[in-house]
Each structure stands twice: as C-alpha cells, then as structure tokens.
C-alpha cells in the first residue's frame, strides 16, 4: 500500500498562524508534532507500506523534506505543484507515480496532511476493510459518522448493499456526494442516519483509478501525465524530489477527485467510520480539540483573565489580559492580531484575503537554509534576524542599492567577502558593501543566528543578484 499525502492547502481560516508561506498542516497545533507529521505518523501499524507520496506547494519542498526527516521518513517521493489544481490532478499525479514503480495493483491510501484522527485503532480498521474493496476494483471512501448538522462539511449519502457483508457490516454503496448544505438541509441529513461527513480519504488501486480518470476526466489525466513526463528532479536530502511542469500542470482543471470520478463509477463504496476525525477549518474547531479550564477558555501562551468565558486565546510572546468577555478567539503572533467571534471564526479566510490583496507579508520567512525575521523596517534601513542550520548557507549574491551589517549572536560564521574568506565569532561583527558578493554559512552544530542591519536607498528583497545557489530558489 502506498499512502498519498495531500499537503497543497492553505490553511486560510487559521490566519494569522497559517499563511501562505507557512500553512496549517506544517504547525505543530494541537501536539509536539506538526499536522504532516501526525498524519505520517498515523500509518504506523498499517502493514506492508511504501515510503509515502506527498504533493505539496513547491515553495514548501524544504519543509516537507525536514519534517519527514525529524520523524525517521528516509525517502519520500515529494511532488511539487507549481500551481494548486485541487485533488483530481495531484491524485492523478501521484497514481501515475505509483503505476510506474509499483504497478496497477497498487493500492493507493490518499489522505490529507490537514485533519486530525484520534481513534487510531478505529482508523487502522477502517483502512483494512477499504483495501480489501479496493482490491475487488472498488473506488473507496471514508465516511465519517455526523455528531451534529455540520453545514461546514461535504456529505456522502450511503445505501445498504448486501454485497458488502463479506467485508464488514458498515461498509455501503454511494448514492451521491452533496455540496456543504444549509442549515435545514444539515439537519434533515444528521436526522436520516444514512449520512456521514466526507473525509476526503479515499483507498483505490492505481489501475482502477486511471482508467476512470481516462473515461470520466480525461483533460484532468492528459495533463497530468504530460506534466509528470516533463518534469524535473530537484536536489533534497533524503527524499525524491519532483517537479511538475508548469504549462502542462496549469492546463488541468481544478476540480475535486470526487466529483468529476467518484460521483460517474458505479462501483464506489464508503465505510463508515467512528474515527474521532476532524477537518481543524477554525479557530473554533482547534479550541473544541484543547483541554479547557472551568470556564471552557483555552489559553496557549501567557494570559491574564478576568470574567471570561468560553474563549480561545494563543500568543506568541506579549502577555493578554482580558476582562468581561465571552465567545472570543484572540491569535496574537509577532506581527498580526486576530479578535474574532468563535462563532464565526471560519469567516477569518476573508481577513487572509483582504491581507494579501493589501500587500501584507509575514515577518518571518523561511527558507531552506533556515529563517529570517524583520524586526524592524524603515525608509532607508531593515534590521532582520537571520538563523542558519547547521551545514547550510546562503546563495553568494550581491546587492547594487544596499549594504549590510552582520553581527553574530549565536554560532560560528564563515563569511566570503568578495576574494576574503574568514570565520567570526559570538559578539563579532563584519560589514558587507554594496557591490561586494558574498556568502555567510554555518558549520557548526547548532543553529547559526546573526542580526542583520541593511542600509542604502533600496531595501527590498529583489535587489539580489545570485552567482551560487546550491537550493535552486534562495
């Protein structure tokens, strides 16, 4: 069985955490792990397993590889979409993937790398009656049992077909897949009983998945197959790494697997399953996870309350007093706040979105080398925090308009200063002209820090000129 890790979202409605640069599945939410991590994890247990597919973001390619590598995953297939298209063309993808090293009997086990599963037993049994229909050409999907008339989830309607009983007795046929419903409509489907919740976890083989897409999709395979056939591998550490090609990949409609396949065969299946699953789409659904005092607040960080009730608050550093309130959510990071109604904490998307179409970035960026953080910005100046891992550098480059100021914190430096190559220490400093390549590195075994003052008439990141860049990107 090969699992298929679906890690491409955004992660929108944890805004100010989960951004663009870093989304949701990439945090370590709700333990010591990170969302990838847990859902790699889960497996463990399952049997005769592959190394894992995982598609992801290319920008996030050097994240994906480290947190693989922190949990012992020595050699996953990374593919990377240089545009997201949704499930259909990175299923597609992967499968196709999968056929050519392991063969159409593969059995494909797709999940995504942003729900939470806490009943690990349930979920390993639930698995096992899935590959056992999709081994008999079945396309399978996991219902999840409903505990109240959720309007924020896609629902599966299942009837009972007596050809399953060999399998097990929750295992049914798809009538259909419906959209997120209103409320009334919610509650009608929790009333019947033959509706669950759609997990988006699906168990196929690569051959009866293809052919589907063939008939059903054909543009969705065409362009996943001429993008896969163009594209190019990509240097990581411990993982294959693949890049799908832009023109072809952009082609692919950007549709759901289940809707343009599942919905047109007639042999797709659901088992019902009683998981403890969650799709973690709010701050209210992240709060309902974590244990909460007398009053149900949930606190992470430091906070101070007074009459508060049923509250949500995460910082990153500043202390938050409160006082005579209820039902809030409060996320306080080092360069955005959120205050938002709990009840309405799926909406905060559309502060993701008024913050990108207002230019605004998160302060701290990261790259494969490690990290940045402005700390300060002005007309003419920028002081940021640089950390370097251990064995890394940055790219030799140049800047025309600006200089910089490098003074070490932590760590041990090796800088290149035009045709000048030396070491600086804790508490030492250099200075870099503008006009000047060069290069810092760590190589030492502990992460590398260094404050960065720039100075000049133009300060902005695309004043670079790159000569050496042994990450392809930065």
Wanted: hydrophobic share 40%; proline share 3%.
């Amino acid at each position: 069985m090969i699992p298929v890790i679906l890690s491409g979202g955004s992660g929108t409605r944890l805004w100010p955490l989960s951004r663009k640069q870093f989304p949701k599945q990439y945090l370590p939410l709700l333990s010591d792990n990170t969302m990838l991590q847990e859902t790699i994890l889960r497996l463990s247990g399952l049997g005769d397993l592959s190394e894992p597919i995982i598609i992801c973001n290319e920008a996030h390619r050097f994240v994906v590889a480290e947190q693989c590598q922190q949990i012992n995953i020595t050699n996953p297939t990374i593919l990377l979409e240089p545009i997201g298209r949704n499930t259909a063309p990175a299923i597609s993808a992967a499968a196709l993937k999968a056929i050519k090293q392991f063969g159409e009997n593969a059995v494909l086990l797709t999940l995504s790398a942003e729900h939470i599963v806490e009943n690990q037993l349930a979920f390993r049994e639930a698995v096992s009656k899935a590959v056992k229909l999709a081994e008999q050409g079945y396309l399978v999907t996991f219902g999840i049992q409903p505990t109240f008339p959720e309007t924020g989830y896609g629902y599966i309607e299942a009837v009972n077909d007596a050809q399953f009983l060999d399998v097990a007795n929750d295992c049914f046929s798809v009538k259909r897949f419906v959209e997120k419903p209103v409320k009334e409509k919610a509650e009608e489907y929790f009333t019947k009983g033959n509706y669950f919740w759609n997990s988006g976890v699906f168990c196929f083989t690569a051959g009866t998945i293809l052919e589907q897409l063939q008939q059903c999709a054909p543009d969705v395979l065409t362009s996943a197959e001429q993008s896969l056939a163009a594209a190019r591998s990509k240097t990581g550490d411990n993982s294959q790494q693949i890049q799908l090609e832009l023109e072809t990949f952009s082609k692919a409609p950007n549709v759901f697997i289940d809707y343009v396949v599942m919905e047109k065969f007639d042999k797709v299946a659901v088992v019902s399953c009683d998981i403890d699953w969650s799709d973690i789409d709010s701050w209210g659904a992240v709060s309902e996870l974590k244990p909460s005092d007398k009053n149900k607040n949930n606190v992470v960080g430091e906070a101070l309350l007074h009459d508060v009730s049923n509250y949500y608050i995460q910082n990153e550093g500043r202390l938050i007093g409160a006082v005579g309130l209820k039902d809030l959510v409060i996320v306080d990071t080092e360069d955005a706040l959120l205050v938002a109604d709990k009840s309405g904490s799926q909406d905060v998307k559309e502060i993701d979105t008024a913050s990108k179409r207002n230019g605004h970035t998160h302060h701290k960026v990261y790259r494969p080398w490690g990290s940045y953080t402005v700390l300060e910005e002005g007309k003419h100046f920028k002081t940021k925090k640089n950390t370097v891992k251990p064995g890394e550098q940055i790219s030799l480059q140049l800047h025309h308009h600006r200089s910089e100021h490098w003074i070490v914190i932590n760590g041990v430096v090796q800088v290149t200063n035009d045709d000048e190559e030396f070491l600086l220490n804790k508490n030492e400093s250099t200075f870099i002209l503008a006009g000047h390549k060069h290069r810092l590195g760590n190589l030492g075994l502990v992460d590398l820090e260094i404050i960065e003052v720039q100075s000049g008439k133009y300060i902005d990141e695309d004043d670079i000129v790159r000569f050496e860049d042994m990450y392809g990107c930065a």
